[in-house]
T-cell receptor, first 115, second 113 residues
Framework: ETGVTQSPTHLIKTRGQQVTLRCSSQ?????VSWYQQALGQGPQFIFQ???????GRGNFPPRFSGLQFPNYSSELNVNALELDDSALYLC??????????????FGSGTRLTVV | AQRVTQPEKLLSVFKGAPVELKCNYS??????LFWYVQYSRQRLQLLLR??SRESIKGFTADLNKGETSFHLKKPFAQEEDSAMYYC???????????????FGSGTRLQVQP
C-alpha cells in the first residue's frame, strides 16, 4: 500500500508566474484535499475534490484551482503568483464514507518559494 | 465560522512529567475533533480521533462540549514525544466541504531528558 506522494518537493517561482503541483493519492482513497501551510502556522484548507469535482473550498481566490483525475491523483494550479503564496502545500487523501471522518493521509508537501 | 485555538506555541517538560496540550474550538454544530502530530523531518500524521475514544502512544483526548475543548494528555512524557502537535476540527456546515479540516496553529512539545 503506497502513501500520498507529492511532486516536486521544492520549487522556486517568480511573482506573476503560474505553478502546478501534483499529488498521487493513497491507494483506495477517493477524496483529495489541498492545504497551504505558511511558516509557523497550521495548515489552511484550500479545496477538496471527490469524484473529479470540487467538493468544497476554503477562503482562497479563484487563481487557486485544481483537478482530480480518474485515478484519484490531483493537481493544484496557482496563477499570477504572489509573494504571500510562498508556503508548504500539502496534499491529503481520504476515503469518503457516509459515516464519520476517518482522517486524512498527508503527503510530505511541496515547498513553494515565490521571489 | 469554525475555529481552533491552541494557546501555547511551545510546551517544554521533563521526561516522566505529565503533559497537557490545550485545544479549544468554536463551532455551532457537532464537530469531529482530531489530533495530528508531526515528528522532525516526517509528514503530518493522524494521532487520534475523538470519536474512537482510543489511546495512542499513551495519549488520550476527551471532547468536552461544555468547555468546547479537546485537550491532549499523557501521564508520563517520553523524549520521543517531542514533536509538533496540531488540533483539528471537521464540521459539516458551510461551503468548505463536509470533511475539510480546520487546524490550530500548533504546539511544539519539547521533552527534555
Amino acid at each position: 500500500e503506497t502513501g500520498v506522494t507529492q511532486s516536486p518537493t521544492h520549487l522556486i517561482k517568480t511573482r506573476g508566474q503560474q505553478v502546478t503541483l501534483r499529488c498521487s493519492s493513497q491507494s483506495g482513497h477517493n477524496t483529495v484535499s489541498w492545504y497551504q501551510q505558511a511558516l509557523g502556522q497550521g495548515p489552511q484548507f484550500i479545496f477538496q475534490y471527490y469524484r473529479e469535482e470540487e467538493n468544497g473550498r476554503g477562503n482562497f481566490p479563484p487563481r487557486f484551482s485544481g483537478l482530480q483525475f480518474p485515478n484519484y491523483s490531483s493537481e493544484l494550479n496557482v496563477n499570477a503568483l504572489e509573494l504571500d503564496d510562498s508556503a508548504l502545500y500539502l496534499c491529503a487523501s481520504s476515503l469518503r464514507q457516509a459515516s464519520s471522518n476517518y482522517g486524512y493521509t498527508f503527503g510530505s508537501g511541496t515547498r513553494l518559494t515565490v521571489v | 465560522a469554525q475555529r481552533v485555538t491552541q494557546p501555547e506555541k511551545l510546551l517544554s517538560v521533563f521526561k516522566g512529567a505529565p503533559v497537557e496540550l490545550k485545544c479549544n474550538y468554536s463551532y455551532s454544530g457537532s464537530p469531529e475533533l482530531f489530533w495530528y502530530v508531526q515528528y522532525s523531518r516526517q509528514r503530518l500524521q493522524l494521532l487520534l480521533r475523538h470519536i474512537s475514544r482510543e489511546s495512542i502512544k499513551g495519549f488520550t483526548a476527551d471532547l468536552n462540549k461544555g468547555e468546547t475543548s479537546f485537550h491532549l494528555k499523557k501521564p508520563f512524557a517520553q523524549e520521543e514525544d517531542s514533536a509538533m502537535y496540531y488540533c483539528a476540527l471537521s464540521g459539516e456546515r458551510g461551503n468548505t466541504g463536509r470533511r475539510a479540516l480546520t487546524f490550530g496553529s500548533g504546539t511544539r512539545l519539547q521533552v527534555q531528558p
